[in-house]
Every structure is written in C-alpha cells, then in structure tokens.
C-alpha cells in the first residue's frame, strides 16, 4: 500500500469516528421505515369520506421507537420506492396479507388468501433498492417472506395443503401476545446470540411460509414440524438481514430476547448511517 492510498484511508477512519461522535452528541438517531398496509374504510359516516387509508400496527413503530430508533411509516405507493429508501437506515418489513405468488413465478392456488397488489409492487420495489444499499432489513411474519422472495426463494402459499402431515397449528386464533408454539433456535447463529436464547416460544400467525430458501439466507430457527421460524444472511456483519415468522412486535413486554432483535437492528442502522456519512 503506498502513503498516499494508507492517508486516504487514515482520513477515512477519522472520519467515522468523527461522524459517530457527531450524530450520538446531536441525538441523531437512525431512521427506521415500516411498511405498512392499506385498509379500506367501509364507514360511511358523512364527516369521513370512503377511502383506503394506510395503516402500520402501533407495535412495530412503538418497538423501533423503544429500541431507540426514529420510526416512520411508508405508505405503499411504488413510485416513490426508491426515494423513501434512500431516506432511511434502515428497513422493517411488517406483517401483513399474502404475497403475490407471481413474485416466485406460481400461480394462486385456491387456499392463497386476499393479496394487495399496490402492498406487493411497493414492497418488492422497496426492499430491493434497500438490498442494493447494503441497508440493514428485519422481516416480521410477511415480512420474512418478502425477503426470502426478493433474494430468490419461494413460499409454501398453504401450509395446511401443502406442508403435509404432521403440522402443527401456525393460525393461532390465542391473542398475539401469547405463544402458542415452540422454536429451536440454532445454537450458532446470530438470532441466537441477539436473543440469547437456544429455544422460545413464540406466536403463530401465518399459513404461509418459506419454501425454497434464497441463496444467502440460512436457517436460524425452526418449529417442531420443520417450519422454518427465522432466518437471517450468511454474514450479518457484510450484510445484516434477519427475518422472524412470529410477531415478535407483540411480544416485546415478555421478555427481552424480543426487544434485542428490535435493538440489533437499530444498532445496525446507526452502523449504515455513519458509513454514509462518512462516504
Ligand atoms: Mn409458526
């Protein structure tokens, strides 16, 4: 390495630092997008217009809030994708009705439930330009699905027709901040060390889940039944990009191993931002 290629990196560093001292001293915290769904209004009261209004669980935002995070809600409106993901640092991917099965080159079968196509074009949009970013991503229930299918992989549309004999309940009708299914977490992964757990209960709110798993994605967690529960990239510090089946937006007050995916991701936005900044 010659003096002048070890001085620029040398500025660099300096830099990062710099940037780091900066944002923490002026309270600059990272800016979490949420995604978030569209809900037709079927009240017809004459003060409230019909429309469809955008509509994100207080849960996910009150979690990026809690882990000191700034939340903001991103409506689904696909033309603006690439703008909203270059204001942010990082990216939720909330839970939500199911995909599109186009998106993984099969047709609907009949168990597929309602999609929303506007929710699907945003989000695939989205959460591509945020994987070209090197952005970190956290994928909740839908949201773990999104991913895996934006990286490659594909869903089973219908667990109760397709994944066989043997399942176990993943539609639990129990409110959503009780468990109601066990997980073994794999002892060498990062959800496990964030978590710092080997096993958890959790909820179950999903007939869909992964099928095929995209090409740089491992498996974290699984359910008894071999229903993969989580899952995150093969080299979190190239890359930070986990994705959680359960709510765990619900199930933040039972226990810290839920709040720490929320801080781990924030945290991992705060390393985004700087790097930015310092680019
Ligand atoms: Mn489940």
């Not at 995604?35 to 209004?53: C, E, I, M, Q």
């Not at 330009?129 to 773990?144: H, K, N, S, T």
Request: hydrophobic residues 45%; contains cysteine; glycine residues 10%.
């Amino acid at each position: 390495m010659d003096d002048s290629r070890r001085g620029v990196l040398l500025c660099r560093a300096i830099v990062e630092v710099y940037e780091g001292i900066v944002r923490r001293k002026a309270g600059l915290a990272p800016v979490i997008g949420v995604t978030a769904t569209l809900k037709k209004d079927l009240d017809s009261v004459a003060t409230r217009p019909l429309g469809s209004f955008v509509r994100a669980d207080l849960d996910y935002v009150a979690g990026v809030a809690q882990a000191g995070g700034v939340p903001v809600v991103l409506p689904p409106i696909a033309d603006v994708a690439e703008e909203m993901a270059g204001s942010i640092d990082g990216l939720l991917l909330s839970g939500g009705s199911d995909l599109d099965p186009g998106y993984y080159d099969e047709a609907p079968l009949p168990e597929l439930d309602v999609t929303l196509p506007e929710r699907d074009a945003f989000e695939m949009a989205l959460v591509g330009y945020a994987l070209e970013r090197g952005m970190p991503v956290f994928g909740i229930c839908r949201g773990l699905q999104v991913l895996n299918v934006a990286l490659g992989g594909t869903l089973y549309q219908d667990l109760q027709s397709q994944h066989g004999n043997g399942s176990i309940a993943h539609r639990q009708q129990m409110p959503k901040w009780q468990w109601t299914h066990e997980v073994e977490v794999n002892g060498g992964s990062t959800v496990a060390k964030i978590m710092e757990v080997g096993g958890l209960r959790v909820n179950s709110y999903h007939h869909q889940a992964i099928k095929d798993l995209a090409d740089g994605l491992v498996v974290s967690a699984r359910a008894s039944d071999g229903v993969v529960e989580a899952v995150e990239s093969r080299n979190l510090s190239e890359r930070w990009l986990i994705g959680v089946q359960w709510h765990a937006e619900a199930m933040r007050d039972l226990g810290h191993e839920h709040r720490n995916l929320f801080e781990a991701h924030v945290a991992a936005a705060e390393r985004y931002a700087i790097r930015g900044a310092a680019a």
